[in-house]
T-cell receptor, first 114, second 114 residues
């Protein structure tokens, strides 16, 4: 079974631009969560989508948004990029139903904002 | 609020020596606990998890962890470290059924000396 895939792997953007990152979960998984990893703040939860609905949201500004499609693929968007948005963005998928909470992470998208 | 503390930022051990990485959590109810490992430039790989039952859990790559409710701890152990174990290790706590938003510790970087 293929793992979680994220595209692109690397991205360089300029302050003020917007960016869209993509995540394809493991086949059969219906929950997709997004995390931001930075040296200063560590790993922080952004949001989770399950069956095309946002189920949980972390403490991030509204510039960070996401969506999930009917095939469970998910995208996250960051508008009006700031230098502090430079980070590794990790996507994780899980079955999404109660019981097992094993989340499987993708390799991440490294975003650099200049 | 949930929180996870990993008191050791960096640990160095010799190959073949035993290893213990510390993790303390703060959570009101029975926590869902995880250990993940991250190699440079990679995503997170799940080593093991604790939901309920036996407080000593076995994971992949020869790792084990013990849940101690009285100490709010979930320490990771390995009897004999291999050079390939050099990586960053993260402890995480989940809120429970239906919640996939994990709270991560700041990580412990493991260096293995040949």
């Amino acid at each position: 079974k293929a793992g979680v895939t994220q595209t692109p792997r690397y991205l360089i953007k300029t302050r003020g631009q917007q960016v869209t990152l993509s995540c394809s979960p493991i086949s059969g998984h219906r929950s997709v969560s997004w995390y931001q990893q930075t040296p200063g703040q560590g790993l922080q939860f952004l949001f989770e989508y399950f069956s095309e609905t946002q189920r949980n949201k972390g403490n991030f500004p509204g510039r960070f948004s996401g969506r999930q499609f009917s095939n469970s693929r998910s995208e996250m968007n960051v508008s009006t990029l700031e230098l502090g948005d430079s980070a590794l963005y990790l996507c994780a998928s899980s079955l999404g139903r109660g019981g097992s909470h094993e989340q499987y992470f993708g390799p991440g998208t490294r975003l650099t904002v200049t | 609020a949930q929180s996870v503390t990993q008191p050791d930022i960096h640990i160095t051990v010799s190959e073949g020596a035993s290893l213990e990485l510390r993790c303390n959590y703060s959570y009101g109810a029975t926590p869902y606990l995880f250990w993940y490992v991250q190699s440079p430039g990679q995503g997170l790989q799940l080593l093991l998890k604790y939901f309920s039952g036996d407080t000593l859990v076995q994971g992949i790559k020869g790792f084990e962890a013990e849940f101690k409710r009285s100490q709010s701890s979930f320490n990771l152990r390995k009897p004999s470290v291999h050079w390939s174990d050099a990586a960053e290790y993260f402890c995480a706590v989940g809120e429970g059924p239906g919640a996939n938003n994990l709270f991560f510790g700041t990580g412990t970087r493991l260096t293995v000396i040949p």
